[in-house]
């Protein structure tokens, strides 16, 4: 059974698009995180969901939007694609100890 | 803000070497310290993870040990192997917000 699922795995996009990517997990934590891997394998966090509240929001452009429709799920959305935003994208859930991954969407804008 | 670094960036070694690869933080008011591997193409894997109140913990032949007053994490791999080719990373976590190094990029040849 997979813990964390994020689809799609593969996601390649031109500029200007929408898209989303979601993520589910099984595990029954309160909190879901997204991060970015930039090309040089840098993990850093986007946001976070505590108990469908956002409690962490760090400075990235609005045209990203997580959206947590319950408490097993947090999808996130991103708007006006940019090259800039071509990445990795790990979706992860924790529940006060350890954190659980997904398996990461590589996201390419053309 | 917590900052991690994780030295070395890349380490290439023969089979059967034991491995220290380091791990250090700038805050030490952390919940727990957790040690991931990544392999190309997936996700992360939890190797071990450690709460702030312990200062070691093992599984197989690796062991990580914590000290929180230096900031301060090892992680050692016994008896290396083809197999564990992959890159090793480190997060700190404290008050919902996981902080990870760049990584520790290892080859272990045979």
């Known amino acids: 059974d997979t813990a964390v699922s994020q689809t799609p795995k593969y996601l390649v996009t031109q500029m200007g698009n929408d898209k989303s990517i979601k993520c589910e997990q099984n595990l029954g934590h309160d909190t879901m995180y997204w991060y970015k891997q930039d090309s040089k394998k840098f993990l850093k966090i986007m946001f976070s969901?505590?108990?469908?509240?956002?409690?962490i929001n760090e400075t990235v452009p609005n045209r990203f939007s997580p959206k947590s429709p319950d408490k097993a799920h947090l999808n996130l959305h991103i708007n006006s694609l940019e090259l800039g935003d071509s990445a990795v994208y790990f979706c992860?859930?924790?529940?006060?100890?350890?954190?659980?991954f997904g398996q990461g969407t590589r996201l390419t804008v053309v | 803000k917590q900052e991690v670094t994780q030295i070395p960036a890349a380490l290439s070694v023969p089979e059967g070497e034991n491995l220290v690869l380091n791990c250090s933080f700038t805050?030490?008011?952390?919940?727990?310290l957790q040690w991931f591997r990544q392999d190309p193409g997936k996700g992360l894997t939890s190797l071990l993870l450690?709460?702030?109140?312990?200062r070691e913990q093992t599984s197989g032949r690796l062991n990580a040990s914590l000290d929180k007053s230096s900031g301060r994490s090892t992680l050692y791999i016994a008896a290396s192997q083809p197999g564990d080719s992959a890159t090793y990373l480190c997060?700190?976590?404290?008050?919902?917000?996981?902080?990870f190094g760049r990584g520790t990029s290892l080859i272990v040849h045979p």
């Open positions: 992860a859930s924790s529940h006060s100890t350890e954190a659980f």
């Open positions: 997060a700190v976590e404290g008050s919902y917000i996981p902080t």
């Open positions: 805050d030490s008011a952390i919940y727990n």
């Open positions: 450690i709460q702030s109140s312990q």
């Open positions: 969901y505590n108990n469908k509240e956002l409690i």
